[in-house]
């Protein structure tokens, strides 16, 4: 008895001691497993702003660790020294990869801490500036015009941009009707829609609005069930859901993650820092501002999170089957 108790007073120790040392003078780094200046990066970089108020003391940089897919990023996080100091930030490819990457450097469900999810985002098609077409319809009969000429962009196999594109053209039941280009990321993807080197993706609106409202990218339909009424710019178009694709929804998601082993007393502390942070109302201001929103509901908690990519790891490896291509 008195063994246990000297036992569980070393674990309270170590466990309140760890807290004092975190975060220390070294950085926490946010490693987001796509190129600089895209979606997710933009995520990471307005929630490291948020999280450094609500952990004091605190300093955050964002790693831009990308390709892939996101697998080199997530691989690199899962294999990290569990000392709280180096975080993840992934979407959607966190349940999308095991069912496209037969051999992956992870395991989501067991080589990572959950600390919550962050925000839903939903997606956009776009197209370059030279495209004919100005609506829906117009771009969808363009494309049929124009089977095996055209070429979709996407940031890797199990990317967002990769999922959507995918689930898309099985719906429009043109398959081989385009050739897809992977980017490390959808920042440079952009860059090559906007300059015309690609024809067309299926982004984040976190990478799309701004450039929509620019005049720089056409924009053709939203992804959620519903079109997206509220927002300034993106009120302007569809779903595909009411273009006939019956029960398209795909919004994705961030989550933010550690490698396995974090102490408890860690893992604590950024998932409370993460929960104030989604009440700031800079934050969920920007984030509306994008059309995304800002997780407000049970999956803010690890477990619920986790309960969630696992549903969605089921979704996913579906469609994935369904539609029969894998990266490896
Ligand atoms: N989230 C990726 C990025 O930040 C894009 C994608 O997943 O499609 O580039």
Redesign the pocket.
């Known amino acids: 008895m008195k063994q246990w108790i000297a036992l569980a007073a070393l674990a309270t120790l170590s466990m309140g001691s760890y807290a004092q040392a975190f975060p220390g003078s070294k950085p926490i780094s946010i490693v987001?497993p796509?190129?600089a200046g895209?979606?997710?990066?933009r995520v990471a970089r307005d929630l490291a702003e948020v999280m450094r108020k609500h952990i004091p003391g605190s300093n955050f940089v964002v790693e831009n660790a990308a390709g892939a897919g996101?697998t080199i990023g997530a691989t690199k996080v899962a294999k990290a020294a569990p000392d709280g100091h180096s975080l993840l930030l992934f979407?959607i490819?966190m349940a999308a990869t095991p069912a496209l990457y037969r051999k992956l450097g992870y395991k989501p469900l067991e080589d990572f801490e959950f600390l919550g999810m962050v925000n839903d985002v939903p997606m956009t098609l776009v197209g370059k500036p030279q495209l004919p077409a100005n609506t829906y319809r117009d771009f969808e009969n363009y494309i049929r015009a124009n089977a095996g000429k055209l070429n979709i962009a996407?940031?890797g196999l199990g990317?967002?941009?990769?999922i959507c594109g995918l689930l898309w053209q099985t719906n429009m039941k043109t398959k081989e009707a385009m050739t897809t280009i992977p980017f490390g990321?959808?920042?440079p993807a952009m860059t090559a829609l906007i300059g015309g080197q690609v024809d067309m993706m299926c982004?984040?609106t976190t990478n799309t609005t701004a450039q929509i409202e620019g005049g720089r990218i056409k924009a053709f339909a939203v992804t959620t069930a519903q079109p997206l009424s509220g927002h300034p710019v993106l009120k302007h178009y569809p779903s595909l859901q009411e273009m006939g694709m019956k029960g398209f929804n795909l919004t994705i998601w961030h989550g933010l993650y550690a490698p396995k082993g974090t102490p408890p007393a860690i893992t604590k502390m950024l998932n409370d820092a993460l929960k104030k942070s989604l009440k700031d109302p800079d934050f969920i201001k920007k984030n509306e501002a994008l059309g995304a929103l800002v997780v407000n509901d049970k999956r803010v908690e690890p477990e619920e999170h986790k309960k969630f990519v696992a549903a969605e790891m089921v979704k996913i490896k579906a469609a994935v089957d369904a539609a029969g291509k894998y990266a490896d």
């Not at 895209?38 to 990066?41: A, R, V, W, Y």
């Open positions: 987001v796509f190129a895209g979606p997710t990066d996101g979407h490819g996407h940031a990317s967002a941009s990769h990321g959808t920042a982004d984040q």
